[in-house]
């Protein structure tokens, strides 16, 4: 197998996992957490926040990056292909879920650790309404950009059989 194939192969399934993983915090972990009291959600995604952090994860996030740019200088180097705009397209969209994650998302994360013990917060609504919205919102953002991403990334694959 060429290792533009096998770069396509990792950038989709990078692109894949983070858009199901950001897809569920939007219809499921957020909503649910939106019927919780203030205490149950500040504690409940401190504690996320604390857990996502771990080498799958790290890997998967970050190395989707590294995949990606290589899917794009291999696509590149082969000249006339057609998957390379839509792995050029997938990886814009990667990049645009990893800014938001990294410039809007982790900030969030890290001012409601900042916030300290829920048992010891003596306003959490005011916790809860600092990060909440905001966070659901951009998350969002980060979920369609990865599954836009993920979506570009199949397409190329397909092209990318359809040319060999």
């Avoid at 993983?21 to 919780?36: D, E, I, N, Q, W």
């Avoid at 959600?41 to 890997?59: K, S, T, Y």
């Avoid at 994360?109 to 919102?137: M, Y």
């Amino acid at each position: 197998m060429k290792l533009s194939t096998i770069a396509l192969i990792l950038s989709t399934l990078s692109a894949g996992l983070m858009a199901g993983l950001f897809a569920a915090f939007a219809y499921a972990v957020m909503p649910g957490l939106k019927r919780s009291s203030d205490r149950t959600l500040v504690e409940a995604m401190q504690r996320i926040n604390v857990a996502i952090i771990n080498p799958l994860f790290m890997i998967l996030f970050m190395g989707g990056v590294v995949v990606m740019v290589a899917a794009v200088i291999l696509h590149w180097r082969g000249g006339g292909n057609p998957a390379l705009p839509w792995v050029i397209a997938g990886s814009v969209l990667y990049l645009v879920m990893f800014a938001v994650t990294s410039g809007v998302n982790v900030p969030l994360n890290d001012q409601l650790a900042k916030a300290g013990d829920p048992a010891g917060i003596a306003d959490l609504a005011a916790v809860r309404e600092a990060f909440e919205a905001r966070w659901i919102t951009w998350n969002i953002v980060r979920a369609v950009a990865a599954t836009g991403s993920f979506g570009c990334f199949v397409w190329a694959l397909i092209l990318h059989g359809q040319s060999r």
